[in-house]
């Protein structure tokens, strides 16, 4: 299936682990990732080594059951979790590289139940697309991969767990690492809107616009279809509700709803604060 050389391949995956590492998107020994190579072979990280610290002779090779088929040169034993990639390259043969990790910023909206927003900067739209949040299931347990399976398509590139961390899929392990990169740059961008008080979300006319020129990139989106009708972003609400922001507080824009919003005070509020600013202002000059 891969013309790349093992030993290369392994050696990448140590290169890639120690960016994770570096990026503090693991700490301790946490997050795994894998690359299949073949129609029954897969290599993974072990279990109890730190991604910044791995060496080639680390790298496990399993079986798509789960079995380690060959010997460890340091006698490491494969991730636990690679049950969870296993299931991702049964149901998606075209991906070739998995990465679990835990970036903090998009697990911030994994431990807050928060879906990651659509709609808002082109260029998550354009190399994430929409993600998908699955429900909590306990980490390295037989329910994890069916918390999301029946969610994820082809177009899948990006899944968030609920109260765990990311699943980040690739052609290769290059692809799926700038993904990662991608997504916790655009959850610590959301979080910083946040604190700004405001987001705008792109209008159904840009959307198609922008997936439009998403498919010229090569990238097919089946969102195309129906982006005129508002069905980008139906899962935003949770995120513009921690603006303090209801339906009625803020501008809609035809189908697909909410295209703006601010900090959630009404203007009464607003209006009483800036009298009482001046009031104080005057009364200091006198």
Known sequence: MTHTPIWQLKKQMCEIGSNIWQRGFCAGNEGNHSVRISDDRVLCTPTGVSK???KPEDICVVDMDGKQVEANPA???RTSEVLVHLAIYKQLPNTKAVIHSHPPHAV???LAGMPLPEGIHPEAEVFLGRTVFAPYATPGGPDLP???LGKITEQTNTILMANHGSVSLGKDLTEAYYRLEILDNYAKQLILARQLG?????KNDQMVELLQ???AFGFPDDRLSCAADGCVGQDNRVFLASFGITPMSARCD???GLVSS?????DDDFEKMVQTITDQIMAASN
């Open 198 to 202: 405001k987001v705008n979300v792109l």
């Open 75 to 77: 006698g490491r034993k």
């Open 213 to 215: 020129l998403k498919q």
């Open 262 to 266: 601010t900090s959630g005070h009404d």
């Open 52 to 54: 910044g610290f791995l």
């Open 146 to 148: 069916n918390s999301f």
């Open 254 to 256: 035809g189908p697909g």
């Open 108 to 110: 911030a909206f994994c």
